[in-house]
């Protein structure tokens, strides 16, 4: 089993930053990529930012590319969210998870979940 804890939530104006961190442990895999996802209220679980943990490559939604940066440590098995010129339609739980696949947009492709973290962003 996987663990994902995330931290580094809270309330911040809008063009301020926060930068979110996800623990992984339990099991391990040889390859596989991490993701950030968020869900407003009353809205769907959408797709952030991803991963590739071996090689470190990044993907995007189109809301935040330019403004929010995944980024890993190996060592610490955590990754990282950036998120810089925040806006409040970026209010939402962010959560964590893990993939064995790459590149993967939707939910489905991710099998493990951290229980989410509180961002608000105030205008």
């Known amino acids: 089993q996987v663990q994902l804890v995330e931290s580094g939530g809270g309330l911040v104006q809008a063009g301020g930053s926060l930068r979110l961190s996800c623990a992984a442990s339990g099991r391990t895999f040889r390859s596989y990529s991490m993701a950030w996802f968020r869900q407003a209220p009353g809205k769907e679980r959408d797709f952030v930012a991803g991963i590739n943990w071996n090689d470190g490559r990044q993907w995007y939604a189109d809301s935040v590319e330019g403004r929010f940066t995944i980024s890993r440590d190996i060592a610490k098995t955590t990754v990282y969210l950036q998120m810089n010129s925040l806006k409040p339609e970026d209010t939402a739980v962010y959560y964590c998870?893990?993939?064995?696949?790459?590149?993967?947009?939707?939910?489905?492709?991710?099998?493990?979940w951290g229980q989410g973290t509180q961002v608000t962003v105030s205008s």
């Open positions: 998870a893990l993939s064995v696949n790459f590149y993967r947009r939707n939910r489905d492709a991710y099998d493990y």
